[in-house]
Every structure is written in C-alpha cells, then in structure tokens.
C-alpha cells in the first residue's frame, strides 16, 4: 500500500517562495509518475504539475516559470518548489501517485500579507 505524505505548507508573502515534499512509502516509487495538484475553497480540484519516472516535468499554465517539479528516488521524494507567490496560489496542496492513484492528505498553503 503506497502512502504519501506532504509537508512544507505555510503562511508567505506575496512574492514569497515554499518547496512543498511528499514523502512515499512502499517500494517501486522511482518507476512511478508523481503530480502535485491544488484544491482552493470553493473550488475544484486542479492539476499543478507531473514529473514522470524519467525525471521530466510539465507544469499547468498558471504556475508555468514559477514552479519546479522534482524528484529523489533515493529518498522517495517528490518536490514543489513554488516562486513568486500570488494569493491565487491559497489553496491545500496535494500529492498524487499517478499510476497507483493514491493521495496524500494535503498541505495548507497560504498567500496573504
């Protein structure tokens, strides 16, 4: 059973910057395609950005040039590092195994002054 877990979450500034982690539990997390995907109140949920087992990343076009998507197989990690910060970008923040559909549990992140 694939367990994912998310940390990094936070108040910040317009402007501001945060790298988001999800930590994976069980094994085969390097052959595995990852995404970080985005809930703000009232609102659906959206997909943020993918990075597939080779390492590439592609990114929603509202986040494109702000945020990086990356991965540690050796640590069964996956990253968001998210730049310029918007109040738009308040939502909770989600981790996603893509091939085994599993999700994480969110992290809170808050853009406000």
Do not use: H
């Given at each position: 059973?694939v ?37 703000a ?6 997909w ?66």
């Amino acid at each position: 059973q694939v367990q994912l877990v998310e940390s990094g979450g936070g108040l910040v500034q317009p402007g501001g910057s945060l790298t988001l982690s999800c930590a994976a539990s069980g094994s085969g997390f390097s052959r595995n395609n990852m995404g970080w995907y985005r809930q703000a109140p009232g609102k659906q949920r959206e997909w943020v950005a993918t990075i597939t087992s080779g390492g590439f990343g592609y990114y929603a076009e509202f986040v494109k040039g702000r945020c990086t998507i990356s991965r540690d197989n050796a640590k069964n990690t996956v990253y968001l590092q998210m730049n310029s910060l918007k109040p738009e970008d308040t939502a909770v923040y989600y981790c996603k195994n893509i091939n085994m559909g599993s999700w994480g549990q969110g992290t809170q992140v808050i853009v406000s002054s």
